[in-house]
């Protein structure tokens, strides 16, 4: 498991909010680059109401992902396009638990906190019909990360798991069908849970 690309916005562009500009746009960085509590130097945020802050530091998708949709769109999925700062190889990221911490490289180390939910700035930058709702159904939503211990990171770093959590609820669990049974055994088992996710469990758990 490693990091291929470590991305940070090179300019902001257009977007479809009321900001006027998206910071989405993110390409490749050379050498190593630091990390701090609320993701990467000289990366943007420019939506904060929605983004960013210490439990979206960093947006993780994998390879696999990514050349699963270019077969699927007919269209190459470069490292960037997404919004992700790190394009990894070699990682479940869908079956990643919530609450599962990684080590990347030598130092910094994150913990897996939520699945990404498409925005109109995503399907503004896809320009794909249905872009929201194919994405949704894809279940392949790549993973919002906390920064735990900070550092550098770089291309070609290793990625190891150092801890997962004692119950089922995985990326792509949270993203799709939610099982009652298995939300309350992760509600059960203590594991440090972003209020939004605690509340959609709780929702489930009290429908079932």
């Given at each position: 498991m490693?990091?291929?690309t470590?991305?940070?916005?090179?300019?902001?562009?257009?977007?479809?909010k009321?900001?006027?500009?998206?910071?989405?746009d993110?390409?490749?960085?050379?050498?190593?680059?630091?990390?701090?509590?609320?993701?990467?130097?000289?990366?943007?945020?420019?939506?904060?109401?929605?983004?960013?802050?210490?439990?979206?530091?960093?947006?993780?998708?994998?390879?696999e992902?990514?050349?699963?949709?270019?077969?699927?769109?007919?269209r190459?999925?470069?490292?960037?396009?997404?919004?992700?700062?790190?394009?990894?190889?070699?990682?479940?990221?869908?079956?990643?638990?919530?609450?599962?911490?990684?080590?990347?490289?030598?130092?910094?180390?994150?913990?897996?906190?939520?699945?990404?939910?498409?925005?109109?700035?995503?399907?503004h930058?896809?320009?794909?019909?249905?872009?929201?709702?194919?994405?949704?159904?894809?279940?392949?939503?790549g993973?919002?990360?906390?920064?735990?211990?900070?550092?550098?990171?770089g291309?070609?770093?290793?990625?190891e798991?150092?801890?997962?959590?004692?119950?089922?609820v995985?990326?792509g669990?949270?993203?799709?069908?939610?099982?009652?049974?298995?939300?309350?055994?992760?509600?059960?088992?203590?594991v440090?849970?972003?209020?939004?996710?605690r509340?959609t469990?709780?929702?489930?758990?009290?429908?079932?």
């Amino acid at each position: 498991m490693r990091l291929l690309t470590v991305n940070v916005v090179e300019k902001l562009i257009p977007g479809p909010k009321e900001t006027g500009l998206t910071a989405i746009d993110k390409v490749p960085q050379a050498g190593r680059v630091p990390v701090g509590e609320l993701g990467l130097a000289g990366d943007m945020v420019c939506d904060t109401k929605n983004h960013g802050g210490p439990d979206q530091a960093l947006y993780a998708y994998a390879e696999e992902d990514a050349q699963w949709w270019a077969v699927e769109l007919g269209r190459d999925i470069p490292t960037g396009l997404f919004g992700e700062n790190l394009r990894t190889e070699g990682l479940d990221m869908t079956g990643a638990l919530l609450g599962e911490v990684w080590r990347i490289g030598p130092e910094v180390e994150v913990m897996v906190r939520a699945p990404r939910i498409p925005c109109i700035t995503f399907q503004h930058r896809m320009q794909e019909p249905r872009w929201v709702k194919r994405f949704h159904q894809a279940g392949r939503p790549g993973a919002y990360l906390k920064v735990l211990r900070t550092g550098a990171i770089g291309a070609g770093d290793q990625i190891e798991v150092l801890s997962r959590p004692d119950h089922e609820v995985t990326i792509g669990h949270m993203f799709g069908a939610q099982d009652p049974a298995k939300m309350q055994r992760m509600l059960d088992s203590g594991v440090d849970l972003m209020d939004e996710l605690r509340e959609t469990a709780l929702r489930v758990v009290a429908r079932s």
